[in-house]
Nanobody, 125 residues
Framework: QVQLVESGGGLVQAGGSLRLSCEAS????????MGWFRRAPGKDREFVSN???????DYADSVKGRFTTSRDNNKNTVYLQMNSLKPEDTAVYYC???????????????????WGQGTQVTVSS
């Protein structure tokens, strides 16, 4: 079992920045692929970014160039640095984990086994 706890959400004005954190416990963090997803009001949950156990990263087109994901294996934590935030980034953000794969992370929700409770990000215009 893996437990995930997100933090760092809040209210920010458009153009501002936030950094989300997700701390994992229960498994060796360095062996986990990690993902970030979000659910905006009235919409389905969607992929934001992932970072594989070896550090490879991928991003949704909507956040490329604005969001950066990173991991600190010493702190069992994955981060999502969000810059140039837009009102359409308003959502509940979730981190997810799965056992690491040789080919890297995934953008598919169904391929993750563990989920955090989510943290609200609200971007005002």
């Amino acid at each position: 079992q893996v437990q995930l706890v997100e933090s760092g959400g809040g209210l920010v004005q458009a153009g501002g920045s936030l950094r989300l954190s997700c701390e994992a416990s229960g498994r060796t963090f360095s062996t986990l692929d990690m993902g970030w997803f979000r659910r905006a009001p009235g919409k389905d949950r969607e992929f934001v970014s992932n970072i594989a156990w070896y550090g490879g990263m991928d991003y949704a087109d909507s956040v490329k160039g604005r969001f950066t994901t990173s991991r600190d294996n010493n702190k069992n934590t994955v981060y999502l640095q969000m810059n140039s935030l837009k009102p359409e980034d308003t959502a509940v953000y979730y981190c997810a984990a799965r056992s690491g794969r040789p080919w890297g992370g995934s953008a598919k929700m169904g391929e993750y086994d563990y989920w955090g409770q989510g943290t609200q990000v609200t971007v005002s215009s």
